[in-house]
């Protein structure tokens, strides 16, 4: 055996033929007021990774719209998912972004054809 072949198994790596179900939200926040923005949204990421079936969260910011903020989640299941639209962390979220956007964020509900959660 090669020694510089990792065997998968022994590193803990998933099996790429196990199904991941994932309800992914994307989220694009078009900032009047970056700053103030980029500090509420990135509070938001770090206290909602801690929720019951939060898989992940990331906050991006676009390359090719500026001061366009992208918040991508996964979540283990939908119930997870409205849980947590439903929580006091996204409603005060919610509420700080008034006043700090261009316009109305743009939400979408995805279904993972092909999402690979490390996990």
Known sequence: MDPFLLDADAAGAPDPGDDVELTVVVMAFDASDPEALQAILSKYVVVSRGHDGCRNIDLCLSATH????????????????????????????????DGKLARKPSIDLLDAISAHDLR
Do not use: G, L, Y
């Not at 001061?67 to 962390?89: G, T």
């Open 66 to 97: 500026p001061h366009r903020f992208v918040v991508i989640e996964k979540w283990e299941s939908p119930e997870a998912q409205r849980a947590h639209f439903d929580s006091d962390d996204m409603v005060e979220m919610a509420n700080a972004c």
